[in-house]
């Protein structure tokens, strides 16, 4: 990637504070990363560095106060509606049924609501929904709330989609498992994502480049080029390459305690 135009997005020195009980806290202190077309891109750092902010920046849900984001290219001030984004929860509208969340960005959008069932409809197997189109969010289990909240954030039809520690709050086989199906569907549709972890193995398992954040105010500490070969299986962390990458990360992350305490 020689050029800024190989790059589906560029993150060029963003700044952002707020201001707490009269007390100016700085959130992110020059932040640069990229992501090319069709690439995953993952972001782990200490908890509270600031990678939630930075995601509702990109997707114009906040404003930084210096710096910009690039889109193919072209800085964008207004960002709201060009990315999909996906915040830690789920988010699913308890008196919808599954089927009626999924299709919320093309009805809020004002979109043909048909096309859209019928699209949504057809990709529920994919999504492991297939037979719940009808049910409601109560009815389903952390994993398959977090599938459907990740189908309408496909839905959407924005080739870049931010994810927000999707799979956080599962426990480890669930993970796991849906670890494997994100790459699944990726590889099919091969959006640009960027991803947020604190998961070390998962960041590595999933990614073709990491970003590693600072404590908060954040900066970039280190950049790491996933080099494993796709596709991936679960076996792929059980080897050398694997277990160098890991040890690299936690180095950084583990450098950045000390110094920062």
Same mark, same amino acid.
Request: charged share 20%.
């Given at each position: 990637?020689?050029?800024?135009?190989?790059?589906?997005?560029?993150?060029?020195?963003?700044?952002?504070?707020?201001?707490?009980?009269?007390?100016?806290?700085?959130?992110?202190?020059?932040?640069?990363?990229?992501?090319?077309?069709?690439?995953?891109?993952?972001?782990?750092?200490?908890?509270?560095?600031?990678?939630?902010?930075?995601?509702?920046?990109?997707?114009?849900?906040?404003?930084?106060?210096?710096?910009?984001?690039?889109?193919?290219?072209?800085?964008?001030?207004?960002?709201?509606?060009?990315?999909?984004?996906?915040?830690?929860?789920?988010?699913?509208?308890?008196?919808?049924?599954?089927?009626?969340?999924?299709?919320?960005?093309?009805?809020?959008?004002?979109?043909?609501?048909?096309?859209?069932?019928?699209?949504?409809?057809?990709?529920?197997?994919?999504?492991?929904?297939?037979?719940?189109?009808?049910?409601?969010?109560?009815?389903?289990?952390?994993?398959?709330?977090?599938?459907?909240?990740?189908?309408?954030?496909?839905?959407? $039809? #924005?080739?870049?989609?931010? +994810?927000?520690?999707? @799979?956080?709050? &599962?426990?480890?086989?669930?993970? %796991?498992? /849906?670890?494997?199906?994100?790459?699944?569907?990726?590889?099919?549709?091969?959006?640009?994502?960027?991803?947020?972890?604190?998961?070390?193995?998962?960041?590595?398992?999933?990614?073709?480049?990491?970003?590693?954040?600072?404590?908060?105010?954040?900066?970039?500490?280190?950049?790491?080029?996933?080099?494993?070969?796709?596709? $991936? #299986?679960?076996?792929?962390? +059980?080897?050398?390459? @694997?277990?160098? &990458?890991?040890?690299?990360?936690? %180095?950084? /992350?583990?450098?950045?305690?000390?110094?920062?305490?």
């Amino acid at each position: 990637m020689s050029t800024a135009a190989a790059y589906k997005v560029e993150i060029r020195d963003v700044h952002k504070a707020y201001r707490v009980n009269g007390q100016v806290v700085k959130a992110l202190a020059g932040v640069s990363l990229h992501a090319a077309a069709g690439s995953f891109v993952t972001i782990i750092g200490p908890s509270g560095c600031g990678k939630s902010t930075l995601f509702s920046i990109v997707c114009g849900l906040q404003q930084c106060e210096r710096g910009e984001i690039r889109i193919d290219g072209v800085s964008v001030a207004q960002r709201a509606g060009m990315v999909g984004y996906m915040p830690q929860r789920d988010l699913l509208i308890p008196w919808r049924r599954v089927l009626d969340n999924v299709i919320l960005g093309p009805e809020v959008h004002g979109e043909d609501v048909a096309a859209a069932r019928r699209e949504a409809r057809e990709l529920l197997p994919l999504f492991g929904l297939q037979g719940f189109a009808d049910s409601y969010p109560a009815a389903l289990s952390g994993g398959m709330r977090q599938r459907a909240a990740l189908l309408r954030t496909f839905l959407c $039809r #924005k080739d870049v989609m931010l +994810l927000d520690e999707p @799979f956080g709050a &599962l426990d480890a086989i669930t993970r %796991n498992l /849906l670890q494997e199906w994100l790459l699944q569907v990726w590889q099919r549709f091969r959006y640009t994502i960027l991803f947020i972890t604190h998961d070390v193995e998962e960041a590595i398992f999933l990614s073709d480049y990491v970003y590693v954040l600072t404590a908060r105010p954040a900066q970039v500490r280190t950049e790491l080029a996933v080099s494993l070969p796709r596709p $991936r #299986k679960r076996e792929i962390t +059980l080897t050398p390459e @694997f277990a160098s &990458l890991k040890q690299r990360l936690l %180095n950084a /992350l583990t450098q950045g305690r000390s110094s920062e305490q």
